[in-house]
């Protein structure tokens, strides 16, 4: 009976805690449907897109079955463009086009398959940018292609009269992959996607604990001085806010700073130490070059400044340090975590409108396009995101010191927790 | 020239009155009691004498100077000491006299150390302190710097009979220097000890003003404690 009163008493207390029923119940029933929403948002709209895409056929036959190839693919739900005998490479025949796949028909095709043997075209596929969206794309193409083989078949069954299961795999395909312009092969494929993991999924990941973590730091800095009781007197010293706000700012940008330093640092350590197949070229790997880096530190560094902003604005806004966290992770969290997570499976470009410029108003999206544009060598995209990135700031910052400036940091107290007393 | 004056001052926190019209003089050098029960109005007006809080209306003014329009200058004439003032728990007792010394451009911290009295434990982390301590180091802050006009909030609340006689003699001995001190106190013996004019302030309005001899002899009570206790049993 005692343990039961104790439990009644337990969940009464526990379930009063805002912080409990928005980080434990409200929290997963609104983002992870709104990340599943997203995911398979960008899902259909990746393999719509597909129906447009104009695929480009190689003719170097002429045969009578290259021709029914050719309606394959449009039955398939392609848009073929034909090219016959061309000496023009790959890359740059792709490049004319426009097309995201290629697929070769080589003298003998048709021969082959009426003698009832098994006939091979080369497809060619490239990849715009590194991502799951992308990779997800031309996952859907593939199998649209292997679709249209499958059609070869079923006609070829129905003239010879031979089991179709014969000619279920008419043709066997040999793959290849166009990477910034230039053919790749599988182990060198293999390895950038082991660099797109490195630098588009941990960096990222590490960044997010990192930056979540400064925040929380900035909001306890004057959490700090509210609970310790400093605060008060601190504002009567012959000193303006301004001066006490760029003191707590620069403080704050130091260790921001140093933690930049320590991420570029430990960053090129992990890139150099990758246990990767050593490319042909180094075209293909992101450049550590002093630039890039430089970029780089430069978005790692606005990144955190931008958080710290935040938090002291959850600092100024709660009235003590545990209040400041919980408010500096509230604020930053859906910020972060959504285009973190969103990104990951989705192309920004092929999310609907609406949502694609509802993620653009978080300032970390940014952050991630800008960490994409650089490893994409995307140079201007990725200054442009930071010039964003910078204008959020000076957004935040301008808000942050508005708070700070007025009585609002004596008299405002915003909490999570239940009101006792 | 006053040291503090309030004409007519109001404020409200959102529809509640705080302070409602209150009218104050504080004369220069003296010591300036101010009494009330908790949650009449004392700390909304050291606040706002203290700059970090503005009046909703009124006049306040600071040696003849407006604490709205002018408080960076106010702010070089005064110190303040909250009533709850915690300490940089990282800190050392000698790195904070610094720090403030350096804040108001006082050469030495000297005086301070000699205010403290906390010898060698200065050298130590202020979070190592005990409330006495504490009080005692953040006093000698603020009076260290000079100022025209100390405003002590409840300077002894909580200190044990040694550390509180330590403060009232540090109070006692800088007003007999010329510092003007506004002081606020539940302890009605230390008010009368301290303090050369008393002002009663409940629900945000002052009911009387004067020397504390003046108030007893007038109100025909024998001491402040009484006031204090008939005053707030007619309020009620």
């Not at chain 1, 082959?112 to 490239?126: C, E, P």
Request: aromatic share 8%.
């Amino acid at each position: 009976m005692s343990i039961a009163t104790l439990v009644r008493k337990e969940l009464r207390e526990l379930l009063m805690e805002k912080t409990i029923i928005i980080g434990v119940v409200l929290m997963p029933l609104v983002i992870l449907p709104l990340i599943g929403g997203t995911i398979a948002m960008a899902s259909r709209s990746a393999t719509t897109s597909t129906a447009d895409i104009p695929i480009l056929l190689v003719d170097n036959e002429g045969g009578k079955y290259s021709k029914v190839l050719s309606e394959a693919f449009r039955a398939a739900g392609f848009s073929p463009i034909t090219v016959t005998n061309t000496s023009e490479s790959v890359a740059s025949l792709m490049e004319s086009y426009r097309v995201a796949a290629t697929v070769y028909v080589e003298k003998g095709f048709s021969q082959n398959l009426t003698d009832g043997k098994r006939a091979s075209v080369k497809m060619f596929t490239t990849v715009s940018s590194i991502s799951i969206a992308e990779l997800q794309k031309i996952s859907s193409i593939r199998s649209r292609i292997y679709l249209a083989m499958e059609m070869l078949g079923e006609r070829l069954a129905a003239e010879t009269g031979i089991h179709f299961s014969f000619y279920k795999q008419p043709v066997e395909l040999k793959s290849g992959l166009l990477y910034k312009g230039r053919q790749v092969s599988l182990e060198e494929a293999g390895t950038v996607f082991q660099l797109y993991m490195a630098t588009m999924v941990f960096v990222p990941l590490v960044l997010v604990v990192m930056v979540a973590t400064s925040g929380t730091v900035a909001a306890t800095s004057i959490g700090l001085e509210k609970e310790a009781k400093t605060l008060e007197m601190l504002l009567t010293l012959p000193i303006s806010r301004t001066s006490i706000l760029t003191a707590k700012l620069v403080a704050s940008m130091t260790v921001a700073l140093m933690g930049t330093a320590s991420m570029v640092f430990g960053f090129v350590i992990y890139l150099t130490n990758l246990p990767m197949v050593e490319l042909t070229s180094t075209e293909l790997t992101m450049p550590l070059s002093g630039f890039t880096l430089l970029l780089l530190g430069l978005v790692m560094f606005v990144a955190l400044v931008m958080t710290l902003c935040i938090g002291i604005l959850a600092g100024v806004l709660a009235g003590d340090v545990r209040g400041g966290q919980q408010l500096a992770g509230l604020l930053q969290m859906p910020l972060l975590l959504l285009p973190f997570l969103i990104l990951q499976f989705a192309d920004i470009n092929g999310l609907p409108p609406t949502l694609s410029a509802a993620l653009m108003l978080s300032p970390f999206t940014h952050m991630f396009l800008a960490i994409k544009s650089i490893y994409e060598e995307a140079y201007l995209m990725s200054v442009l995101h930071l010039v964003v990135m910078t204008a959020f700031l000076m957004v935040i910052l301008v808000v942050a010191s508005w708070f700070f400036k007025g009585e609002r940091l004596l008299t405002m107290r915003v909490t999570l927790r239940r009101r006792r007393g | 020239m006053y040291a503090a004056e309030a004409k007519n001052l109001w404020r409200f926190f959102g529809e509640k009155p705080a302070l409602q019209g209150v009218d104050l003089n504080v004369e220069e050098g003296l010591v300036f009691g101010l009494i009330g029960p908790n949650g009449a109005g004392k700390t909304t007006l050291f606040r706002i004498l203290a700059t970090i809080l503005k009046p909703s209306t009124g006049e306040i003014r600071i040696f003849g100077k407006d604490v709205v329009k002018q408080s960076a200058e106010i702010r070089r004439m005064i110190s303040y000491l909250p009533e709850d003032a915690g300490v940089y728990r990282h800190l050392t007792g000698l790195a904070f006299l610094k720090m403030m010394a350096r804040l108001y451009s006082v050469g030495s911290v000297e005086k301070g150390v000699e205010v403290a009295g906390l010898g060698e434990a200065l050298r130590e982390r202020m979070g190592g302190y005990s409330r006495g301590m504490r009080r005692r180091i953040l006093l000698a802050s603020c009076l260290m710097v000079k100022p025209r006009l100390a405003i002590l909030d409840e300077p002894t609340a909580g200190l044990d009979v040694e550390h509180a006689v330590y403060v009232r003699k540090i109070i006692k001995q800088y007003a007999a220097e010329g510092v003007t001190f506004l002081v606020s106190s539940h302890n009605m013996l230390e008010v009368s000890y301290l303090c050369d004019t008393v002002a009663l302030i409940h629900n945000g309005k002052i009911l009387l003003e004067g020397k504390p001899s003046q108030l007893t002899a007038s109100q025909g009570v024998e001491n402040l404690e009484e006031l204090f206790v008939k005053k707030m049993g007619a309020g009620r």
